[in-house]
């Protein structure tokens, strides 16, 4: 191998596979060779090699590799190229980023058994405890699946160290499924949660069923002070009987097994004596004539479950949550919630999606007991995410009821029935549309048929700390124009870093544009599917204004103008790089622009005489690359020593109607 590195400039058909043969035998004696010999490779020999090893050598090389100056990221990259297919593209700035990915995708799919053509090719590699412990410290979010219920078990017995593991690591709790807490064999699940909630450092709780009763029991004494009435007639009907049940199991689990395979860590903290798990699944008595003999109780499910070395039931922390998603939130879910809020104190972020339009009823008894919530001292709730709004109206009524919210984001989706407006709930009086707002970032994405501009240009002027602004979809009534937004923005935001506007018409506010970036400070600049240059006379010409302004941002690093049909004009697009004062620009999105492969061969050498001063991330997918591969190709070619390329496959026989439009 160090002979085959030496003649690096000779690279024929013979080396390449030599190399190639070479590589895959340190992947499969990786631990008979032992890290060290790989360590004593020549740096450019080992970044060659990085892309051939399992998952689990990566994870082990990467500290030491790293003390050295050497980055994994070809290698975590690979991986992901492998998983995903080489039609997507690799898009991560970092090695912990790709990392991360790799173990996130792969985590959930080995733990609970999925399969997928990576898993199968690898799985010898995969299915080890070695790759569950080195994913599992390395992410951050649990998907709870409750219908496979082995996993879950494992947890509690052979794989109870990988628990622990978890509890320390986990930072956010996902439920995909819909949780019986009539069954008992519910309680392995219900320990899970109340060992990543309550004992470990999870704060993060992301609800994907419409499941109340669920809902309510994850909520209980996790930040609120409310009780559920149905969920507290539960909870004590199962008290009476899980005492004894408590007994038993602390008596099942007196004898430990010293044969068991604990996988255990070489780290001290890592290390528990596992113990024998209790009978769950036995079915007594009492269960065969109808009654339960098992708790809900977080505190008594430790008693079951915790191994006679563990933490007493009088140890039991109570967790708190600080940020509550609800994707699948309906009224009866909001029923519950909207009871927990006002004494939710502790809730930093609440986010409620649902997947049908919200009734008027139900969001107005949000916004009260939001009002409630903040009219404490103790709120600390500064991020509201709420969709699917059936009016734009309702966005202002919550943000009144919010007034302490710094980041708000709101989806809203015109109802063809019901009125418009609810006449019951009090106006906001007109003293207070002038109160400065604390906002800070604001997101409204609209389907409406036409937009009330109104209500987004008071809130920008009642917003002076805005930072992040990001409006997509907003249609107009005919005459109207999309300026005045963009003249308030001018006028009233001036702390504005980013700017995101999407799927609406823009062709008719160049001046307003020009302005808007003459004296601004954004770092980040989004116009995707803004129909930019539909009435512009001079295409060329209007562009070259356009790149003329943003080359005097030199705060600005991020330009996306994606989907604005820019096609032969994209030549223009490389004068960012042009004269004395180049522009600072290091992303540049220009994908679904119907660019042409001798368009971009164009543009590939002009940014050769101009190229940019810092290496340029350059996304050019669902670009119709394949109607001359090979000018494209040599395009891609020129563009690498410059350009950190973003593609992936294109079939033109699919885009038939992107080509019409630009025809």
């Not at 978890?166 to 219900?190: C, F, H, P, W, Y």
């Not at 409310?226 to 007639?233: A, S």
């Not at 295409?539 to 996306?560: N, R």
Request: net charge neutral; glycine share 4%; aromatic share 6%.
């Amino acid at each position: 191998m160090r002979e085959t590195a030496g003649k690096a400039d000779q690279k024929n058909p013979k080396e390449i596979c030599l190399k190639e043969i070479c590589f895959h035998a340190v992947r499969e004696h990786f631990t008979a060779l032992g890290i060290k010999a790989v360590l004593d490779l020549p740096t450019p020999l080992i970044t060659d090699l990085l892309p051939h090893l399992t998952v689990c050598q990566l994870d082990e090389l990467q500290p030491e590799l790293n003390q050295r100056g050497v980055s994994t990221y070809s290698g975590w990259a690979g991986i992901l190229q492998d998983m995903c297919g080489p039609n997507n593209a690799v898009d991560f700035h970092t090695e912990e980023e790709a990392k991360h990915e790799v173990m996130r995708m792969l985590f959930t799919l080995v733990f609970y058994g999925f399969t997928n053509p990576f898993v199968k090719r690898n799985i010898t590699n995969l299915n080890t405890p070695s790759f569950l412990w080195a994913a599992a410290k390395c992410i951050k979010h649990f998907l709870l699946i409750t219908s496979l219920h082995k996993p879950l078990q494992s947890l509690t017995a052979e794989q109870r160290p990988l628990l622990n593991i978890l509890e320390k690591r986990i930072r956010s709790v996902g439920v995909s499924q819909s949780i019986d807490l009539s069954k008992r064999k519910t309680q392995t699940a219900l320990y899970v949660l109340h060992r990543l909630l309550d004992h470990g450092v999870a704060k993060k709780l992301v609800v994907h069923v419409q499941c109340p009763i669920v809902l309510a029991w994850l909520l209980h004494g996790r930040g609120s002070q409310y009780v559920n009435p149905e969920l507290k007639i539960l909870m004590h009907s199962k008290k009476e009987n899980c005492i004894s049940q408590a007994v038993s199991a602390s008596a099942d689990r007196a004898s430990c097994s010293p044969g068991l395979d604990t996988r255990v860590s070489e780290h001290k903290d890592d290390q528990v004596i596992p113990c024998k798990r209790s009978k769950l699944d036995s079915v007594s008595v009492k269960e065969e004539s109808g009654k339960a003999n098992f708790t809900l109780d977080p505190k008594a499910l430790c008693r079951t479950f915790t191994s006679c070395e563990g933490p007493s039931a009088e140890a039991c922390p109570s967790g708190q949550i600080d940020c509550l998603e609800i994707r699948q939130c309906g009224s009866d879910s909001l029923r519950v919630l909207n009871s927990a809020l006002p004494t939710f104190f502790c809730l930093r972020s609440l986010t409620l999606h649902s997947f049908s339009t919200l009734m008027d009823s139900d969001v107005l008894g949000l916004a009260r007991a939001l009002k409630q919530l903040s009219e404490s001292s103790r709120s600390s709730l500064t991020d509201l995410n709420i969709g699917v709004l059936p009016y734009t109206k309702l966005s202002e009524i919550l943000l009144d009821a919010s007034p302490k919210v710094t980041s708000l984001h709101v989806e809203i989706q015109t109802v063809m029935w019901g009125p418009h407006f609810s006449p019951y709930h009090p106006r906001t009086a007109e003293s207070d549309m002038s109160v400065e707002l604390p906002l800070e970032k604001l997101t409204v994405k609209v389907a409406e048929l036409q937009t009330d501009l109104h209500f987004i240009t008071s809130v920008l002027r009642r917003s002076p700390h805005l930072t992040s602004l990001h409006i997509a979809g907003m249609r107009l009534p005919t005459g109207s124009s999309i300026s005045q937004l963009l003249t308030t923005l001018s006028e009233s935001n001036h702390c504005l870093r980013s700017l995101n506007l999407e799927d609406m018409k823009l062709s008719d506010c160049l001046p307003e544009i020009l302005n808007l970036l003459r004296d601004c400070k954004l770092e980040e600049l989004w116009c995707n599917d803004c129909r930019l240059l539909e009435k512009w006379s001079d295409k060329e010409g209007s562009l070259q204004q356009l790149v003329a302004a943003l080359k005097t941002v030199p705060s600005l690093h991020t330009l996306s103008l994606a989907q604005n049909r820019l096609a032969k004009n994209v030549c223009v697009l490389a004068e960012l790089f042009s004269g004395s004062s180049p522009s600072s620009v290091k992303r540049l999105d220009i994908s679904s622009n119907f660019i042409q492969p001798t368009e971009l061969l164009e543009f590939a050498e002009r940014l050769r005489t101009h190229p940019p001063p810092h290496r340029l991330t350059l996304d050019l997918r669902k670009n119709p690359g394949d109607r001359d591969p090979d000018t494209w190709n040599t395009a891609l070619k020129r563009l690498r020593p410059y350009c950190v390329l973003l593609v992936e496959g294109w079939k033109s026989t699919d885009t038939m109607v992107d080509h019409i439009s630009n025809m």
